[in-house]
């Protein structure tokens, strides 16, 4: 088999057109290896994207639950359960505005 590609590239009019083609080859070969590395850099950007996606689904997570928990301690029955414990009593009057009354030169 080697003995025939030797024989082959004896013959003139074949490294001629190797010769004429080599701008070609390596043309192509460059294209082949952008495609390679295309296709790696894709591939890394999708799985970034992946992982982002998993921790925001995460953090969302997270954030509904805390808001949850939060939602629940700012109800008026659990703010009455704990001022009672700590001793205080709540207002019977409803609150009021002070009026100040500012000096002329201040406004």
Request: aromatic share 10%; no cysteine.
């Amino acid at each position: 088999m080697v003995k025939r590609i030797k024989e082959h590239l004896q013959r003139p009019w074949l490294l001629q057109f190797l010769r004429k083609q080599l701008g070609l080859l390596f043309l192509l070969t460059l294209m082949g290896l952008y495609y390679i590395w295309n296709a790696y850099r894709t591939q890394k950007k999708a799985l970034l994207v992946q992982r982002l996606k998993q921790a925001l689904y995460e953090q969302k997570t997270l954030y509904l639950t805390y808001s949850a928990a939060i939602s629940k301690e700012k109800r008026l029955s659990r703010i009455q359960r704990r001022v009672r414990l700590l001793g205080l009593k709540s207002l019977q009057k409803p609150p009021y505005r002070l009026k100040v009354a500012l000096p002329p030169h201040a406004k």
